[in-house]
């Protein structure tokens, strides 16, 4: 138990470090930029007619700090702001904090990824256990072929090819816009089933780009756990063919859950392409929007929350990891 | 010591030690005739390469614009339709493809050299270098890809096509680099490895002409995958619409289709989206075809066979 805790702590000084590292390469980037974005919004500000001071004030409260510090005193505030959870304020939403925005967009990414993420996992680990243990029937061939072909499509082609077969050739389903704009959100029955309905589609999408990842990692590892030597002992003792399949299921998937913690993490960044396709209003579609309309703060808020969710889920999966698996423990 | 017999190290003649017998290009080309589906990936990947080399030289630098032919159906005239302003859809592809497959193929060096060296260095030698390498190999295999790239465009200019590969070579190398560490790790305890440590040759010599060869098949395979991974990356970034377009590509096809032709509602500007995407299904396919082959060819444990 000692050799566990002194792990994780390592892990999360290590995590500290990083997200120390990623606020420093955003608060660099945005500095190093051609034409100074700061400055050019203070020179902006002074344009409009306030007094140096007030601009100064103003683009100390969007970036949180001051444009005419020598580069170090900036960078202190800086992360001064940060590690007070301050991200400043958006430029393109007027006065709203960045941190404000972002945690308004986050959860439409997370219910849309999850779902996404374990439908594709249930459904792919099983089809992979399938795979593997059929492998030389046509039943299990036309499974692998189905994962290789799936994996290899690109999010943003199955993306558009699900939105124009389902929205536009038959029109099904309801494309863009995470609710139908005429009701009034809230616990209600017409409300509820409109979200289902547009969700479809993003975790659709989602789920079909993902599945076969899940199938080709499973039926891999299922195979590899087939040579081991207590599968042959299991059979050579007589024990049912089910119960055979529970030993290398139960063994097969540790890797998996691995990928699958991880891919928590990575799930705040992972649908850029299906939130700008399908017009949803998560995390992805607000740095695509912070980048297309030069909102620096709110660039740099939503990509610091994005890392951070992974370094978090990083050391989350090595604690957990070495609960369920007790080889890890030593 | 008790080791179970497949622990053992496998015979000599398994390893690749020595040149093999068969010239590199008669066994490759033995090996892709072997079955037609590598066949037809390999004819599919000249075919694409020959598009990247040559394609931009089949058609005037601007290419002609026909106003009375804008969104024009399939013909013969125009084997995939027209786009906006009356321009072949082939055409477009055709001299889209030099940006696109040069700057994955750039990528892919990146990738490939540094990873490799860096798994290398860090799994022969071990010690302070390793400890530093590999921090920043979960470094970067901790900073998530796609979006780090989107928010690089804002700096970086993507317009010249090695800059593009060197950016996803950059961000992209960690995998590689962890994977060749591992089977580093396990060679150098190889008693082959230990036989050329004792003959006194130098460790550039043991990491280039003993180990590298054995890790070569998962390089190779891995070196096919990160083109494919990074046309993908860089067609996102043009359809995203975050890099400004400079030259024609697959990409910014794909975001004028949907986001400016309105390809997703009328059908008639279908073809200018489905052009594209057609370019980079089909060279996927061969690509998943043809990695087959390459994991019999740089695989010495396959080579018997």
Known sequence: MKGVLIRLSQRVIWGVIMVFVTASFTFFLVRMMPGNPVDAKYNQLVMQGLTPVQAMNKVRVMYGFIPHEPLWQQY?????????????????????????????AAPWT??????????????????????????????????????????????????????????????????????????TPGLNGPFISSLIRHAIL????????????????????????????????????????GTRVRYIAHNAILPL????????????????FIENIFDYPGLGNLLLHAINSRDYPLMSGAFLLITVSVILSNIATDFLYSVVDPRIRR | MALPASKLDPPVNQLVVSKSNPSFWTSSWRIIVKKPG????????????????????????????????????ISWKYPLGTDFEGTSNLA???????????????????????????????????????????????????????????????????????AMGFVLGITGWGGLARAVRSQTLSLRERGFIEA????????????????????????????????????????????????????????VMLNLAVFSAGAMSSAQALPYLLSPMLALLILTLGIVLFLDAVDEMFNPRLKEV
Do not use: C
């Not at chain 1, 299990?140 to 993306?159: D, E, K, R, W």
């Not at chain 2, 000249?46 to 804008?70: E, T």
């Open chain 1, 76 to 104: 202190i505030h800086y992360l001064n702001q940060i590690a007070h959870m301050n991200l400043g304020q958006s430029i393109s939403y007027e006065g709203v904090p960045v941190l404000h925005l972002i945690l308004t």
């Open chain 1, 110 to 183: 997370i219910i849309l990824v999850l779902t996404g993420l374990v439908a594709s996992f249930i459904v792919g680990v099983l089809a992979g256990v399938i795979a593997a243990i059929k492998r030389s029937s046509p039943v299990g061939s036309a499974i692998s072929l189905s994962g290789s072909l799936l994996h290899g499509i690109p999010q943003f082609v199955m993306g558009l090819f699900l939105a124009y077969v389902f929205t536009t050739l038959w029109v099904l389903l309801p494309f863009g816009a995470p609710y139908n704009a005429e009701l």
């Open chain 1, 202 to 241: 993003p975790v659709a999408t989602y789920a079909l780009s993902s599945y076969g990842g899940w199938l080709l990692t499973m039926k891999s590892s299922v195979i590899t756990v087939l040579g081991d030597d207590f599968i042959l002992a299991a059979e050579v003792r007589g024990l049912k063919m």
């Open chain 1, 257 to 272: 859950f691995t990928i699958f913690a991880l891919s928590i993490g990575f799930m705040l960044g992972g649908s850029l």
């Open chain 2, 38 to 73: 590598r066949v037809i990936g390999f004819i599919i990947i000249l075919l694409y390469i020959f598009m990247g080399l040559f394609g931009p030289m089949l058609y005037p630098k601007q290419l002609p614009i026909d106003p009375n032919a804008i969104y024009a159906p």
């Open chain 2, 92 to 162: 477009l592809v055709i001299t889209g493809a030099r940006y696109v497959l040069f700057a994955a193929f750039m990528a892919a060096i990146f990738t490939v050299v540094f990873g490799t060296v860096l798994g290398l260095v860090s799994g022969y030698f071990l010690g302070f270098s390793d400890s530093v390498i590999m921090r920043i190999t979960d470094f970067i295999l901790t900073i998530p890809s796609f979006p780090l790239l989107v928010v690089l465009s804002t700096v970086w200019n993507f317009g010249q096509p090695v």
């Open chain 2, 196 to 251: 050329a440590r004792s003959l006194g040759l130098s460790p550039m010599h043991i990491l280039m002409r003993e180990i590298l060869p054995n890790v070569g098949s998962y390089i190779a395979m891995n070196l096919l995958l990160t083109i494919t991974g990074s046309i993908y990356a860089e067609v996102g970034l043009f359809f995203l619409g975050v890099v400004p377009f400079q030259v024609n590509n697959w990409g």
